[in-house]
């Protein structure tokens, strides 16, 4: 069962991250990356990392693709829908892409093979380990959301008056 | 039928980096660039997950709570960078934003 | 040689855990969504089916606004101000996505002797941050819905 799902989340989630990089509406990318990110909260379940694909549906898909959907109707849509990709740069693209799977093979190909073991990476033992060994960047992280929201608001000072 | 260990999800978490990064060198829209940036960090977050599923230690998923954290910061500033950048140039390609200036 | 070279070591030392017990909990999850999916489904199903066939004019694609005819289409501008919030949220959602973790493990740790307090102050120092930026947010503007009068306004 654990490798079927496997097979059937990654080829899902790997079709519709092809098709965020290939849309020509911004809309439909959007639309495909919310659908890569549940995928990808499935495979972090097949990895026991329960906590961790509940975030991921809560802050990827649920928050932060809300504001790029709100960015997107913000934004002009119809001259983006005639541009055309440009063949140099589509090469290009495939080219790096492509080396740098070349290479993850090579450290792929030597790799120890071992079993799993059976750590649940649920919201219990996240937390434990989250407010006790990494209680300074968990202190570091409101400090960089509170940088995040000053320079938000500075950003978009001009629309506030 | 060979049973999924941990290079099948390096293998899987590998492809969907490069497929952030071809997108990022492929589009010329500011906006997908950065969808696919957070494909490239998905990518880094299943990697580090399955590590820590295969060495039995979950230092790995608090890293990808961080990382998830930082991104989310790293998306709201950037959309308003974009958004303040728009209303100023009317346009989100970056092919025409050539210089460092508003 | 296969192309993948884990294949055959890998069926040896691969000692299967038993998944399908942690995978059981997801059922009610997954049923869920398959619900979710076969409604949507069937309601676009219903409509093709048991709608009326025939004569389409133009006027009956255009989108149901409470009997009112439609002004422009939704592709339009929407005001910054939405943008501003829509930001704020996702940096006070994060905040609140620390508070899960921390709420399920307060009272084991709080009786801990080696963290006793410190779960509890760190904490509020995390939130006191956070609550600086809310009130720089709040200071700046950044919250109100209508733009600021300068001036109250005389009484009529």
């Known amino acids: 069962m654990h490798d079927q799902l496997f097979w059937f989340f990654s080829i899902a989630m790997l079709l519709s991250g092809l098709l965020v990089i290939l849309s020509r509406n911004p809309v439909n990318s959007a639309m495909f990356l919310v659908v890569a990110m549940c995928f990808m909260a499935g495979l972090f379940v097949l990895l026991e990392a329960h906590f961790l694909a509940i975030i991921q549906i809560l802050v990827y898909a649920g928050a932060v693709m809300v504001l790029f959907l709100f960015v997107i109707m913000f934004l002009d849509l119809k001259a983006e829908r005639r541009r055309r990709f440009r063949i140099l740069t589509f090469g290009g693209g495939i080219i790096v892409a492509a080396a740098f799977m070349v290479k993850v093979h090579d450290v792929v190909e030597d790799m120890p093979l071992v079993a799993a073991k059976g750590v649940a990476g649920t919201t219990e033992a996240v937390g434990r380990l989250l407010f006790t060994r990494y209680l300074l960047p968990f202190e570091v992280a409101s400090l960089l959301l509170l940088v995040a929201v000053v320079g938000v608001v500075l950003l978009s000072k001009r629309d506030l008056k | ?102 | ?156």
């Open chain 3, 1 to 156: 040689m296969t192309d993948f070279p884990l294949a055959f070591d890998a069926a040896r030392s691969y000692r299967r855990v038993n998944v399908s017990a942690e995978l059981s909990q997801y059922i009610p999850v997954g049923l869920l969504i398959l619900i979710a999916i076969a409604f949507a489904a069937g309601m676009l199903l219903a409509s093709t089916a048991l709608g009326q066939k025939g004569r389409r004019p133009a006027v009956k694609d255009t989108p149901y606004e409470c009997g009112m005819i439609p002004v422009g289409d939704a592709h339009m501008r929407f005001p910054v101000k939405f943008h501003i919030v829509a930001t704020l949220f996702i940096l006070f959602d994060i905040e609140v996505v620390f508070l899960y973790p921390w709420a399920v493990v307060f009272k084991p740790l709080l009786k801990d002797p080696q963290t006793g307090m410190t779960i509890f102050t760190s904490m509020l120092t995390f939130l006191g941050i956070l609550f600086v930026g809310y009130v720089y947010c709040w200071k700046k503007g950044a919250l109100d819905w209508a733009p600021r009068r300068e001036t109250p306004q005389p009484p009529a």
């Open chain 2, 1 to 102: 039928m060979i049973p999924v260990v941990l290079p099948h999800y390096l293998v899987v978490s590998a492809a969907l980096f490069s497929l952030g990064l071809a997108g990022v060198i492929i589009r010329r829209n500011a906006l997908v660039i950065f969808m696919s940036l957070e494909l490239m960090l998905n990518a880094a977050n299943l990697a580090l997950a399955a590590f820590s599923r295969y060495n039995g230690s979950l230092h790995g998923h608090v890293l990808v709570f961080f990382i998830i954290t930082v991104a989310a910061a790293e998306v709201a500033v950037g959309l308003a960078i974009i958004v303040a950048l728009f209303r100023r140039r009317k346009s989100v390609n970056v092919d025409e934003l050539t210089s460092m200036r508003l």
